[in-house]
């Protein structure tokens, strides 16, 4: 899944007209107290009631005004994650085959996103969820082909909330994965002579063959302590 295909479009609370938001529109875009504005208009409009004769609304704007920069960075945020829930989305119905994902999916997902999945100690970014999907999409295909050997089946929705399930559960060891990236890359940079045997060590984690499932008993709290350890 290509984040940067991804595109949105909303309409302008001041114009009108859509917004087209992607990866490198964002910043052509505001989110305010739950509206959606070009970030001309949203300039242009807030100047304007910030010298309003209304005394509440000229200092509501002016406050907004003060503190623009914590509102473009909120929006960059609110944008950001309503991108990358999409590709969620796309990547579903592009890897499982379905057209319509079903509501169960859509809450389990949002139970994941805002930290209220069972046993979950924080949200996880929807970025994230795409990541670790795609990073272990044959992996979890081989452990849905093992499970159908051994007569574990599954219908193709209940095998995305398993899929996801797995994935949520393995959270804390995508992150610690994440940040052994970051000090091999550090490494790397400091000392260019071991980047040829790290390179080859970091590559081998990244391969779906790295995680060896053949003789490993299936139930999901067994995959979440594994699945980013290879």
């Known amino acids: 899944m290509n984040i940067r295909e991804i595109e949105i479009t909303y309409k ?3 114009c009108g007209e859509d917004i087209s938001v992607n990866l490198e529109t964002i910043g052509e875009a505001v989110y305010c107290d739950k509206k959606i504005y070009h970030s001309d208009c949203f300039a242009e409009m807030a100047e304007k009631r910030a010298k309003s ?3 509440k609304i000229s ?4 406050f907004i005004l003060a503190d623009i920069g914590k509102v473009r960075k909120e929006s960059y945020i609110y944008f950001k994650n309503r991108l990358y829930k999409a590709a969620v989305c796309q990547f579903i119905e592009d890897n499982y085959y379905i057209k319509v994902i079903p509501r169960s999916i859509h809450i389990r997902l949002g139970d ?3 930290g209220s999945y069972i046993r979950l100690p924080r949200g996880i970014p929807p970025s ?3 990541d670790m999907w795609e990073r272990k999409r044959d992996f979890l295909n081989r452990v849905y082909e093992n499970n159908i050997s051994k007569g574990k089946c599954m ?5 995305i909330l398993y899929d996801l399930g797995v994935l ?4 804390d060891s995508y992150l610690k994965w994440r940040e052994k990236q970051k000090k091999i890359s550090a490494e790397m940079k400091n000392n260019p002579q ?6 080859y060590k970091f590559m081998e984690s990244l391969s779906p063959e790295s995680t060896d499932i053949s003789q490993k008993h299936f139930d999901m709290s067994a995959l979440a302590d594994e699945i980013f350890d290879g």
């Open 12 to 14: 302008c609370c001041v």
């Open 53 to 55: 004769k209304n005394k």
């Open 59 to 62: 200092d509501k704007w002016k």
């Open 112 to 114: 994941i996103y805002n």
């Open 128 to 130: 994230h969820i795409l």
């Open 155 to 159: 219908d193709v929705y209940e095998r």
């Open 168 to 171: 949520a559960n393995s959270y």
């Open 194 to 199: 071991k980047q040829n045997t790290e390179i």
